[in-house]
């Protein structure tokens, strides 16, 4: 039976090569499960499946994580849905980087981000951590701190103490209608990663 890269790779015209700086791995950080599913801490997944379903291509679970791809103006973009849990996600970006030989400067992990107001968007190039366990692990992976990130501010309208609660927590009613045109503009932010540049990428797009 045919792997699901060997089936999307079918598709290609005889003879076609991909060129391996024109492949993207996209990776949103996220917990699997129901139980998360609409929680802040997810913004990662929901920004992918935005994007899928915009591509009309379908997530299927491969070694760590749940997989789609697409073709886009001349490119890849592979999108991965960590299945380690949040705590372990540079496990999975680390396997996905080498099985498909994706460049570091083509690799994009998008995340949520307390420090941004809700819907802010926030393309970088390097960066701590900032006390984001997805993020602590994928530094230690890949034992750098300059890779691509798209943050998704969730904001930090909670209590003292309340942090957990609020990140796990899902999303209030006004943050729910604001929600879709916020995931739109995100797929447009990751596919002008791909095909413009980091950097036009971050002029267009940061604090839109």
Do not use: C
């Amino acid at each position: 039976m045919l792997s699901f890269f060997g089936r999307i790779l079918r598709k290609k015209k005889p003879g076609e090569k991909i060129d391996p700086m024109k492949k993207f791995l996209i990776v949103g950080l996220g917990n699997p499960g129901e139980k998360y599913e609409n929680t802040r801490h997810n913004i990662g997944f929901k920004i992918l499946e935005e994007l899928a379903g915009e591509k009309e291509v379908h997530f299927e679970t491969q070694k760590l994580g749940d997989v789609a791809s697409f073709r886009f103006k001349g490119r890849t973009f592979i999108l991965l849905k960590p299945n380690t849990y949040m705590n372990l996600s540079g496990k999975a970006v680390n396997y996905w980087m080498q099985k498909e030989k994706i460049a570091l400067e083509n690799l994009l992990v998008v995340t949520d981000d307390l420090n941004l107001p809700f819907g802010t968007l926030r393309l970088k190039t390097k960066g701590s951590d900032g006390g984001h366990n997805g993020l602590k692990d994928i530094q230690a992976q890949l034992n750098t701190t300059k890779y691509n990130r798209f943050r998704f501010g969730i904001s930090d309208q909670f209590s003292k103490g309340q942090q957990v609660d609020y990140v796990l927590g899902e999303w209030n009613e006004q943050e729910r209608k604001e929600l879709p045109e916020r995931l739109k503009i995100s797929a447009e932010l990751i596919q002008s990663f791909g095909t413009a540049g980091v950097s036009n990428t971050m002029n267009s797009f940061n604090g839109k």
